[in-house]
């Protein structure tokens, strides 16, 4: 099976897959507003800080990392004036936008694995002037991609 989300429904499948093993195929997080980066000096929400050891250790880095994990943005959702857009601090220290908080977060768990020599499972998938639009993100080309019936980037 797969697990698809778009927008709250990406943020809660990414800290889902954070803490909860799953047997899903991949799980895609479309467009979140945020992301919880994997990193412990950001408290939950926005990062594993504050966490009981058990859930914000190395050990549950190194698990989210592995997970199968797909960051798909739509490259046209660069709002940064939205109602509906995380506003607060912990989520500009991610970047001005949806796109550029996908884009970090994903490049910091890369480098993150890299460094480590962990398992990383993740990808992430753009697709070209799609904005905030959940339905316009799961019926375009790059949809396959994201779910891993494609090439990776």
């Not at 990406?10 to 954070?18: E, S």
């Not at 943005?73 to 506003?87: V, W, Y």
């Amino acid at each position: 099976y797969y697990l698809l989300g778009h927008s709250a429904g990406g943020q809660f499948l990414a800290r889902y897959v954070a803490f909860c093993p799953t047997e899903a195929q991949r799980v895609v997080a479309t467009n979140p507003g945020s992301h919880l980066f994997p990193r412990t000096d950001w408290k939950f929400g926005y990062g594993f800080g504050a966490l009981p050891a058990e859930l914000g250790d190395e050990a549950a880095l190194r698990r989210y990392l592995a997970a199968p994990l797909t960051i798909y943005l739509g490259t046209g959702d660069i709002q940064t004036d939205s109602a509906n857009l995380d506003k607060s601090p912990e989520a500009l220290l991610q970047g001005p936008h949806r796109l550029a908080r996908g884009r970090a977060c994903f490049e910091f768990a890369q480098k993150l694995a890299a460094e480590r020599g962990w398992t990383f499972n993740w990808r992430k998938v753009e697709t070209p002037g799609i904005a905030h639009d959940g339905g316009g993100m799961f019926a375009a080309p790059e949809m396959a991609e994201a779910l891993g019936w494609g090439g990776a980037r």
